[in-house]
């Protein structure tokens, strides 16, 4: 392959005529996707590559190139493709996860940093800590007058209702959803 003159990246080869520019995909590591690993058979190659380029970390846009498309097309896959939108967001949640588990495992080292830097008298840590749960909040006193006091009290009053009214429509509309539903 030759390097463009503009980057460093191996430009795509050129197909001869009547031949597609479909790209090789690229294999897809087993852990990345391994909840829907069966159902990438199914899609087209260039949505393949492109979503085996997103499991392997790269961005956007190296994604839309890899698999030989314009980011557009890889925007319009997202938008209107429910099965290629599924696959991305069951990689997502799974990298998700997979980061989850990773921070789970070194809270421990953290909580003890933390504790070693208030130790060691770092007021700055403690104070953001202090801030960050609450203890340190700024004192805010509410209004003095009465009539004012009493407006608030009523504005929050129909706010919490109207939440509550709000809350029984969603839940109407959502049984009506879900009776239209197979």
Do not use: Y
Request: hydrophobic share 40%.
């Amino acid at each position: 392959m030759k390097a463009s003159p503009k980057s460093n990246r191996p430009s795509q080869p050129t197909p001869a005529k009547g031949e597609s520019a479909v790209p090789t995909p690229i294999p897809l590591p087993s852990s990345a996707l391994s909840r829907v690993d069966p159902e990438l058979a199914g899609l087209p190659p260039r949505q393949r590559a492109a979503l085996a380029a997103l499991a392997a970390g790269r961005g956007f846009g190296e994604a839309a190139r890899s698999a030989g498309v314009t980011r557009q097309t890889l925007r319009n896959w997202r938008k209107k493709d429910h099965r290629f939108l599924a696959l991305v967001n069951a990689w997502q949640s799974e990298a998700i996860a997979s980061a989850q588990h990773r921070l789970i495992g070194i809270v421990d080292d953290a909580v003890t940093t933390i504790g070693d830097a208030i130790h060691t008298g770092d007021a700055r840590t403690a104070m953001e800590l202090m801030r960050r749960f609450g203890i340190v909040v700024p004192l805010e006193p509410g209004p003095d007058d009465p009539a004012v006091v009493r407006r608030d009290s009523l504005l929050a009053e129909r706010e919490r209702l109207s939440k509550i009214a709000g809350r029984e429509t969603l839940l109407r509309a959502d049984a009506n959803l879900a009776r239209l539903l197979p």
